[in-house]
């Protein structure tokens, strides 16, 4: 009589002779060394066993001790978690080993279904037992499909004081295309936001799997132009030697002068002025 190895692998085997016969008693041995009718212990492969009687007489016989296959377990991911929400699954495919299978998932809830739902964004194991109790185990990921990370990749600020003109472009590193963009304070749906007035102005990007990453950007406007002329009136009457000289604030500080329309300089000053009223126009 014998007993197969249960796991694939172990020695767990035995075999036991009975002899009959001859000249009792009788002693046992096998070709791995045991000297009892039954030996233990045994792996896989095939064993000869020398019964010997008190005359001295000899029989031999063997057996082969059988092993399962190897138990294996593969993991994989059925569907990934989306916005660190608890949505994931993933499942195990076991071969080999002896009979039916069951499962058991390292996750909150100790699933042991063969496909395990319900699942964060982390790394799991799942051990299958066979009907022997021997156990294979396997590790899987599942990942966190989140909208990736919201930023402001350009803007432009308004130009001139009281103006609407100013703009600035979403962008999101990460996520799941296609994209979708709400600014707020009337800006609009697209990727750039344009026409912007002076304001604080929020955009949320929402990805395929309705993964929301937010981001900020504040518009800002220079100060009203200004201006305040030094004067130097003309010395006596009749002559030409006035000066006026433009002290401009406000603005983005980069400053041109028309003295004559339609012809601009750098020079705030104008000199050699008669008596008579002058026109400056500053941009």
Known sequence: ?????????????????????????????????????????????????????????????????????LLSANASVVEDANCGNADGSATVTASGGTG???YQWNDAA?????TAVNLLPQTYTVTVTDANGCTATDNVTVNDLSA?????SSFSNVTCFGSCDGSATASIGGGTPPYSYLWDNGAGTNVIASNLCPNPYTVTITDAYGCESVTNITITEPDTLSNIFDVEN?????????????????????????????????????????????????T
Request: aromatic share 8%; net charge negative; hydrophobic share 25%.
């Open 110 to 114: 100790n699933q042991t279904t063969q």
């Open 1 to 69: 009589a014998s007993n197969n190895v249960i796991c694939n692998g172990d020695c767990s085997g035995d075999a036991t002779v009975t002899g009959s016969g001859g000249t009792p008693s009788y002693t046992y041995l096998w070709s791995d060394a045991q000297t009892n009718s039954t030996a233990t212990s045994l792996c896989e492969g095939t064993y000869n066993v020398t019964v010997t009687d008190a005359n001295l007489c000899t029989a031999t016989s063997s057996v082969t001790i059988t092993e399962p296959p």
């Open 148 to 152: 990736g990370t919201a930023s402001i």
């Open 234 to 282: 003309v010395n006596c009457f009749g002559a030409c030697d006035g000066e006026l000289t433009a002290n401009p604030g406000g603005g983005d500080g980069n400053y041109t002068y028309y003295w004559v329309v339609g012809i601009p300089t750098a020079n705030p000053a104008l000199s050699g002025l008669c008596a008579g009223t002058y026109t400056l126009t500053i």
């Open 100 to 102: 039916t299978y069951t």
